[in-house]
């Protein structure tokens, strides 16, 4: 079965400083996507980031980057200069196969940014 | 362009109910999916359309669920008769399809959010 694990239920972090959330991943396919989603209290599920399995770098967009180890099958998402509008559900989520079909999302990690 | 609108934004029915939630995905996105996020949970995949034909359904209750997308655009879900364990935020998504998630990302609408009580 495919799974994905998010093993921080919670955590908080000082506006403007820098955080990283943990995700490991279970696959033995060697085609696969790896996505972090941002949900806020309005509940829309937002893209954060995305990362092709098979390069070798590192994704970044703009104050979010992710360190992807493909050996350790681990996606951990970093946020640099922490501002208030981060403070939501980030999940972490895979598809297999680059297919248009199931996305399996973790459950989740609540980030607090407190001023 | 205009995202993907789901009504309503909260419902709370007694079990043994029935409720339907609708959708109405970006304009010219092929592909719609249903998501059920129970609290404490990812979302979970209930059913994916390519156009107005089934993709996977294999995770929907089929015994209690329905969902149609007759042409092609909007789509409706249905619970019939509703159980306390389907009080969950019901996501709706659509793509452009005809390719990856990672090159026809997901866009998600705000949900509903659905007490069986």
């Known amino acids: 079965a495919q799974t994905v694990t998010q093993s921080q239920p919670e955590m908080s972090v000082q506006e403007a400083e820098t955080v990283t959330l943990s995700c490991t991943y279970d696959t033995s396919e060697s085609n696969y996507y790896l996505f972090w989603y941002k949900q806020p209290p309005s509940r829309q599920m937002i893209l954060v980031i995305r990362?092709?399995?098979?390069?070798?770098q590192n994704a970044t967009e703009n104050r979010f980057s992710v360190n992807f180890q493909k050996a350790a099958k681990s996606f951990s998402l970093k946020i640099s200069d922490s501002q208030l509008g981060d403070t939501a559900m980030y999940f972490c989520a895979s598809i297999y196969g680059g297919s248009q079909g199931n996305l399996i999302f973790g459950k989740g990690t609540k980030l607090s940014v407190k001023p | 362009e205009a995202g993907v609108a789901q009504s309503p934004r909260y419902k709370i029915i007694e079990k043994r109910q029935s409720v339907a939630f609708w959708c109405n995905p970006i304009s010219g996105h092929a592909t719609l999916y249903w998501y059920q996020q129970i609290l404490g949970q990812g979302p979970k995949l209930l059913i994916q359309?390519?156009?107005?034909?089934?993709?996977?359904d294999s995770q929907l209750p089929k015994d209690r669920f329905s969902a149609e997308r007759l042409k092609g655009v909007d789509s409706t879900l249905k619970i019939q008769p509703a159980k306390l364990e389907d009080s969950a935020v019901y996501l709706c998504?659509?793509?452009?399809?005809?390719?990856?998630?990672?090159?026809?990302?997901?866009?998600f609408g705000n949900g509903t959010r659905l007490t069986v009580t």
């Open positions: 998504a659509s793509s452009l399809g005809g390719r990856s998630l990672y090159n026809s990302p997901l866009h």
């Open positions: 990362q092709e399995a098979y390069k070798q």
């Open positions: 359309f390519q156009n107005n034909g089934v993709v996977d």
